[in-house]
């Protein structure tokens, strides 16, 4: 199955306390909450760019799996990383928080952020 596709947020678990965990200002948290992004990926092999539009911001990602690449937090710090995958599982470490991308059917994306013991599950559908 391909990533390739644009996902509107369906629901998400845990959002204020793992946004809190990583210092995302109230505010923010506060604003972010009920907005539904919209993530679209583009998979070309093993390259990938990724868009997620949450109201007016625009975070884009580009990489290639298994290679380093330079990727940007919710937090809008750039890390570098690598992106592996597992069968439908994409998988990065950033700064402590494991983040595991699953495509759990033709147009059903899973995200599952771990820091610590707080665990932030976004479910998306292809739209």
């Known amino acids: 199955m391909s990533f390739t596709g644009k996902y509107q947020l369906e629901s ?6 793992f946004m809190k965990a990583i210092g995302l200002p109230d505010e923010l948290i506060q604003k972010g ?3 539904k992004s919209l993530s679209e990926i583009e998979e070309n092999g093993d390259n990938f760019k990724v ?27 750039k890390i570098k990383a690598v992106v592996k995958r597992e069968g439908n599982k994409l998988k ?4 402590g ?3 595991v991308t699953e495509l759990v ?4 994306i ?5 820091l610590g013991g707080i665990v ?6 292809r739209v």
């Open 12 to 17: 998400q678990e845990n959002f204020e306390s």
């Open 97 to 99: 928080i494991e983040s």
């Open 105 to 108: 059917d033709a147009n059903t």
């Open 120 to 125: 932030y599950k976004r479910i998306s559908k």
């Open 110 to 114: 899973v995200n599952t952020m771990t």
């Open 51 to 77: 868009t997620v539009t949450t109201g007016t911001k625009v975070l884009v990602n580009t990489f290639i799996v298994g290679q380093e690449a330079d990727l940007e937090t919710v937090t809008g710090e």
């Open 33 to 35: 909450k009920d907005i």
């Open 92 to 95: 990065v470490s950033l700064k």
